[in-house]
């Protein structure tokens, strides 16, 4: 086996110089025009979302995405309260996954014994065989009326005169609702990215910490998280595109509206969910490409960021061999 | 952290640190562990507690009962998943497997490769909703109606990028010597494709086959703008068509409690199914896989 190669993902071996075979030539013909048909097709999406969101930002132009108001009756469109939502939403849901995503991984790998840490990464993924229909079920039947009952209450009694942001009704469905059942579903994709980051910092390294003297918890924060940082950072970067894009879950659980939110347990829309909702009320072409409008500012965002992302998985997976 | 520096420094490089900053980390770490865990059994011991009772021979074999009513089933979603997926397998398996051939073994590192892989890591991500919009714009509108066909065309969409990278993936941990060994024999480059490399990489193409449609199974959102759903049995590929993600969410909105259990009772088979499936494959790729690694 050529050493150089073999562990080299950019490089298989292709025969340089050979028999010209017809065989060889419609394979590679059949296959390299299936590609263009995939290719067109990813362009055709793009054409097309822009083309259907095309009266809209003729109408309202880039302002749409600054712009409030959402009024099908007299056609006046803007789609800020659900920029807004999407971020605060996506964020909220972020801050909460990472947080609870890394420590858990770092138990995982540091803490648990390691007949416990398979079994465990396992169940942990298998939140990610859960499709978002059941999270919004669970969100909307389970979650929403318990967070009502009792993180809400606690929020609005012991922070609400301080905060406005916390002074709101609580309703269960809103957007503190959709933040914990989006922050539940990229838990396994946070955990697993993580932790293979963290499988794959080099043992001297720690054996380095441990013979300085340092307890277990300094090389852990001071030498093992820091090294997987890219890693982390990756794993993060997928997992705000999965987030920004989630749909039907969210909009089971967010409640639906069409104002700026004012405190997190309104309820509102997000760019995604506001489009799932709102499709089948559709009653005008305009109104129907406003939504695509929002659908387009939505694509455009999370092509973006999966663009970022696989540029940090691609450079780390030429050093370790971390795949995402 | 903060407390270790101010209580006293030595010369001889930092000051073993107490004990207690670690204690409480791993501590914090550990209950995370078990919040990440008691969202996975809350999440499943719910569909179970609520849902067992909904599922029976009639709940599996009959049309949906009359609004609010007890009793009746949901066989045509059930129906209407197999007929949707099957389609979007038609469309997603063989452009997603070619993909997947194409950047493992024949494109090497050309700017065409380059920016194909970068397109399929890319839409990977892009939400599925996207995709209902585009078909319904393609298919929906100009024929004037939601059907099958356009459903399982957006479900098949969904699945060519998963594929074609489990494809890649699997197919660039078949050891390049078993192709040079191949070419060394004078094969072509087809015949070491599609004689050498595929079928020892066969365990893990179909395994990346069976996720990706377990992942199109549930989705929900492109189905909204193209399958619609309704309460009948399929009537034709170009007539509207309901889905058990679609049912979930009707019955999850509705206001009765027998929409409830029946949404808690559908949502269970879902995810039994969605389970059992990869688990079964898991268990029968096992033995495969060992010698392509």
Known sequence: ?324 | MASERKSGTSDHGPRRPSKWPGRVGFGLTAVATLLSLGALFSILGYLVFHGIGAINWNFLVKEPAAVGEAGGGIAPSLLGTAILVGISMIVGVPLGVGVGIYLSEIAGDTPFARITRVAINTFIGVPSIIMGIFVYFVLVKPTNTFSAVAGGLALGLIMIPIMARTTEDVLRLVPNSIREAGYALGATQWRVTFEIVLPAARAGVITGGVLAVARVAGETAPLILTALGNEYYPSGLFKPIDEITLRILKYARGPYDVWHQQAYGAALILVFGVAIGSLLLRLTTRDYNAPGR
């Open chain 1, 1 to 324: 086996m050529s050493t150089a190669t073999a562990d080299s993902p950019m490089t298989q071996v292709r025969p340089k110089k050979r028999r010209s075979s017809r065989g060889d030539w419609v394979y590679r013909a059949l296959i390299t025009s299936m590609v263009c048909v995939v290719l067109t097709i990813f362009v055709g999406v793009f054409v097309v979302v822009v083309t259907g969101a095309w009266p809209a930002m003729r109408r309202f132009g880039p302002g749409f995405i600054v712009k409030t108001g959402w009024d099908p009756v007299h056609l006046v469109f803007g789609a800020l309260p659900f920029v807004v939502g999407t971020i605060i939403v996506a964020f909220g849901a972020m801050i909460l996954a990472g947080g609870v995503g890394l420590l858990t991984a770092v138990c995982v790998t540091e803490l648990l014994p390691p007949w416990l840490q398979e079994p465990v990464t396992y169940l942990i993924e298998l939140l990610a065989f859960i499709p978002s229909v059941v999270y919004g079920l669970f969100g909307l039947l389970v979650l929403a009326p318990m967070l009502q009952r009792t993180v809400e209450v606690w929020l609005l009694e012991h922070l609400g005169s301080r905060f406005a942001f916390f002074n709101g009704a609580p309703y269960g469905v809103g957007y503190l609702s959709a933040i914990v059942i989006l922050a539940i579903m990229l838990l396994p994709l946070i955990v697993s990215l993580s932790r293979e980051a963290l499988v794959l910092v080099p043992r001297e390294l720690k054996e380095g910490g441990y013979a300085l003297g340092a307890d277990r918890w300094s090389v852990v924060w001071g030498i093992t998280v820091p090294f997987a940082r890219d890693g982390i950072v990756g794993a993060f970067v997928l997992s705000l595109g999965r987030a920004l894009g989630e749909t039907i879950a969210v909009a089971m659980t967010i409640g639906g509206g069409f104002r700026l939110p004012t405190t997190i347990m309104d309820q509102g829309y997000t760019l995604a969910s506001v489009i799932a909702n709102e499709f089948n009320e559709v009653s005008s072409a305009m109104y129907l490409s406003a939504l695509i409008y929002c659908g387009l500012i939505l694509f455009v965002v999370t092509i973006v960021v999966n663009i970022i992302a696989y540029f940090i998985v691609r450079r780390l997976s030429g050093i370790h061999g971390f795949r995402a």
